[in-house]
């Protein structure tokens, strides 16, 4: 869900400024929509809905719905839309009656095109049909009548794609992390993983907070008292913590975090004040111009970057989410990574350190 989150979000301004264009009027506003709209991580069902993504404020004072599709590969035989996002069924009828207050809005990222569609477009041009990834039927439209549609999107679009491409990377870069981390804990939780067994005792170590709330989440489970624990964890926060302490510090925060039912006022303000020392943190731990992070003598550049972006990643989750949820007074995250001084040029350094 967050890949899906990632690109939305960064075609936003794109989107408005096509649309801006199209009714010659900037005063256009393009917002994301739907239930993920200011939650994109996925960790409710609250969040999954079908509204569409977008939603733009036209100069006449109306809405207009977009709903967003990309594809990586254009080289294939058919295009296809969801049935529930083309129209709805008409009682009594095997037909559907298409969405008139929306279109769909395709990039194609290989040829840097896009397109707008409109619901009856694809139910004229598009054959229901099974799709086998998606395992149901949806509307197919052939390649040849759907490429036809689109314009090239010029230097501003490649730009909006290539940033994507770099914060997927990023995203996929910092899911490492999380995999060494099983493989390092396997062994030493093994007999408890096993046994099903449930840990109560508080930890009184970063570290042994950090592999406690590790193994409860591998057996999935939770503590008894988590706000309890949320509050004994931020004080574990320390402004000279190494790399390696600060992402496990925001993955106990963020596991502990999302275990609360209901934070009362002094464990939001507990947590407010641990996140933003965290902000702070990471704008200090930027290194140079490469995108690197920095290290110590001990640690490698690369695991350094690795350990802070992973760190990022669930900060930026648990800022919405507090935002959203209790109000926290902190800037919200509009651009997945943006907490980073130069995403691109943090993904830049990591595929060049794996070449």
């Known amino acids: 869900m967050k890949k899906k989150g990632i ?9 408005q400024d096509l649309l801006q264009e199209r009714y010659e009027d900037n005063s256009v506003v393009v917002k994301k929509s739907g239930g993920d709209a200011l939650l994109w991580f996925g960790r409710t069902s609250k ?3 079908r509204e569409p993504d977008y939603v733009a404020q036209l100069p006449d004072g109306t809405q207009q719905l977009y709903e967003f599709q990309i594809a990586e590969d254009s080289d294939i035989n058919y295009f296809d839309f969801k049935v529930s996002k083309v129209g ?28 707008f569609f409109t619901p009856k477009w694809v139910l004229r041009n598009g054959r229901y049909g099974f799709v086998q990834a998606w395992r149901v039927s949806a509307y197919r439209v052939p ?25 997927r990377t990023l995203l996929e870069f910092q899911e490492e992390f999380m995999d060494k981390e099983v493989t390092r ?12 067994k449930l840990v109560e005792v508080v930890p009184n170590s970063l570290k042994g907070f950090y592999e ?16 309890v624990w949320l509050v004994y ?3 574990f926060y320390r402004d000279d913590m190494t790399r390696l302490e600060f992402a496990r510090f925001m993955y106990a925060l963020d596991f502990v975090y999302f275990k609360c039912l209901q934070l009362t ?3 939001v303000a507990a947590c407010s004040k641990a996140l933003e020392s965290a902000l702070r943190y990471v704008r200090r731990q930027a290194s140079g111009s490469n995108g690197s992070f920095r290290a110590s003598p001990r640690e490698s550049a690369v695991e350094a970057t690795r350990r802070m972006v992973f760190g990022v990643n669930l900060l930026e989750d648990l800022i919405q989410d507090a935002i959203v949820e209790y109000g926290m007074p902190l800037k919200p995250i509009e651009s997945i990574f943006q907490t980073i001084r130069d995403p691109r040029a943090t993904a830049g350094y990591i595929r060049r350190a794996a070449s």
Do not use: M
């Open 233 to 235: 964890l931020t004080s």
């Open 88 to 115: 709805k069924k008409i009682r009594g009828k095997d037909e559907r009656r298409p969405h008139l207050d929306r279109e769909f809005f395709y990039i194609l990222r290989d040829r840097g095109e896009y397109a």
């Open 47 to 49: 969040q999954v809905t």
């Open 265 to 267: 006022r002094n464990e």
């Open 143 to 167: 390649r040849g009548k759907f490429l036809k549609q689109f314009k090239s999107g010029g230097g501003k679009l490649e730009r909006v794609i290539d940033i994507v491409k770099d914060k």
């Open 7 to 15: 690109a939305e979000l960064e075609f936003i301004p794109y989107l």
């Open 212 to 227: 406690i709330c590790f193994l409860l989440d591998r057996i999935g489970r939770g503590p008894s008292a988590p706000s």
């Open 185 to 196: 804990l396997a062994r030493k939780f093994q007999q408890v993983v096993d046994d099903k």
